[in-house]
């Protein structure tokens, strides 16, 4: 949803010209990133375990993969780049 949100307002930046949708595009950038690392994933390390861990080490942050997930391939020791 976070870069839905960036995607729509960086296309509304370009579209419109408006060095204004940069701005607050970058400061909602800044403050969906922090709130991911500070908030977000640590609340969820706490609730879900080692089973957040595992999923955190298959699923990239931010941008996603272009090839499909094979659950066969991920182990609990398997390290996958974040």
């Given at each position: 949803?976070?870069?839905?949100?960036?995607?729509?307002?960086?296309?509304?930046?370009?579209?419109?010209?408006?060095?204004?949708?940069?701005?607050?595009?970058?400061?909602?950038?800044?403050?969906s990133y922090l709130l991911?690392?500070?908030?977000?994933?640590?609340?969820?390390?706490?609730?879900?375990?080692?089973?957040?861990?595992?999923?955190?080490?298959?699923?990239?942050?931010?941008?996603?993969?272009?090839s499909a997930f094979n659950?066969?391939?991920?182990?609990?020791?398997?390290?996958?780049?974040?």
């Open positions: 949803m976070y870069v839905g949100l960036l995607m729509v307002l960086l296309g509304e930046a370009v579209f419109f010209q408006a060095r204004v949708l940069f701005a607050y595009a970058a400061v909602l950038f800044i403050a991911v690392l500070l908030y977000e994933e640590p609340t969820l390390r706490k609730r879900f375990g080692q089973s957040y861990e595992r999923y955190c080490r298959a699923v990239p942050r931010w941008i996603p993969r272009t659950s066969n391939n991920l182990s609990a020791g398997t390290e996958l780049k974040r």
